[in-house]
C-alpha cells in the first residue's frame, strides 16, 4: 500500500520533483490495527505532500467515498470552514452551514468567526490543543463538542454540537429567480457537490428557472468541491444546450 502511495506522487502529483524524503517504515506509518491501516496510509500520504503549495490533496476511505457520492451520506456537522492560515492568527469562519443540520439547528449562520472549542482557544498551538481543534472541526467523531463563536465582534453563548454519522447534504440547496434593476428575470443557482443525488435536483432547479423566463443566470459554486465529471456534463447541457456543448 504505501509502495503504491509513493509511486503515485512519482505519476501524478504536480510537485513530484519536491516531495520530501519520508522513511515509509517508520513505526507511524506501518501500524495495522484490529480496524485497519487507514491512518497510517493516510500519515504517510499527508508526510509525502508538499504542504508549503498544496493545500488541495488528501485521502478519503473508499466507503466513506462511495456513501456520499451515490447518497450524499456523511458524518458533518452540516459547517464548511475558511481560515486564513494554519497557524496563528488563523481566523476560522463559517462560510456555509447546511440547512437542517445540527450546525444550523444550534444557530451557528454564515460569518460566524470560530472562538474556542471545549475551551480550547482556536489560536491554541500546542500538540493536544489542535488535535482537539482538527477532531471537532475535521474528524469523524460524533461525540459532542461546546462550541463558542463570535459575531460581528460580539462573544456568543457555548452551543453544543454534535456531527451526525448518516447526515445527508443537499447538493443543489437554493434555486431562486430574482428581477434586476431593469425588470429582466435572473436566475441564482447554489450547486454544492457533484454528487449523483445532484441529477435530479438539478433538473428540477433548472426547470424551475425556465419555467421563470430567466434571461441570465447565476451559477454560484463557491463550496463545491467537484465530483461526478457526468454531473457537470449534465448541467453544462441542460444551461448551454446542444449546439455549444456538442
Not at 502529483?13 to 501500524?31: F, G, I, K, R
Not at 497557524?87 to 469562519?93: D, V
Not at 460581528?152 to 430574482?178: C, E, H, M, R, Y
Amino acid at each position: 500500500e504505501k509502495s503504491w502511495v509513493r509511486a503515485y506522487f512519482d505519476e501524478a502529483y504536480l510537485w513530484y520533483s519536491e516531495v520530501p524524503v519520508v522513511d515509509a517504515a517508520a513505526p507511524a506509518y506501518s501500524n495495522d490495527t484490529s480496524t485497519g491501516f487507514y491512518t497510517s496510509i493516510d500519515g504517510y500520504f499527508e508526510a509525502l505532500k508538499v504542504t508549503s503549495k498544496d493545500r488541495f490533496s488528501f485521502t478519503y476511505p473508499t466507503k466513506a467515498w462511495d456513501a456520499l457520492f451515490q447518497s450524499g451520506q456523511m458524518v458533518a456537522d452540516g459547517i464548511q470552514w475558511h481560515y486564513d492560515s494554519p497557524t496563528p492568527p488563523r481566523n476560522m469562519r463559517v462560510v456555509f452551514v447546511e440547512p437542517a443540520s445540527p450546525a444550523a439547528n444550534a444557530g451557528v449562520q454564515r460569518g460566524d468567526t470560530l472562538v474556542s472549542v471545549n475551551g480550547i482557544s482556536a489560536d491554541d498551538t500546542t500538540p493536544a490543543g489542535v488535535t482537539v481543534l482538527n477532531t471537532a472541526l475535521f474528524g469523524s467523531t460524533t461525540a459532542a463538542y461546546s462550541y463558542v463563536f463570535s459575531r460581528a465582534g460580539v462573544t456568543q453563548g457555548a452551543k453544543s454540537i454534535a456531527k451526525l454519522a448518516n447526515f445527508i447534504t443537499d447538493p443543489v440547496p437554493q434555486t431562486t429567480v430574482l428581477t434586476d434593476a431593469n425588470g429582466a428575470k435572473v436566475g441564482y443557482l447554489l450547486f454544492n457537490d457533484h454528487l449523483a443525488t445532484a441529477e435530479s435536483r438539478l433538473i428540477t432547479a433548472i426547470n424551475t428557472l425556465k419555467a421563470g423566463n430567466v434571461s441570465d443566470l447565476v451559477l454560484d459554486l463557491r463550496y463545491n468541491g467537484g465530483g461526478y465529471l457526468y454531473i457537470a456534463s449534465e448541467l453544462a447541457y441542460m444551461i448551454a444546450g446542444p449546439t455549444r456543448t456538442a
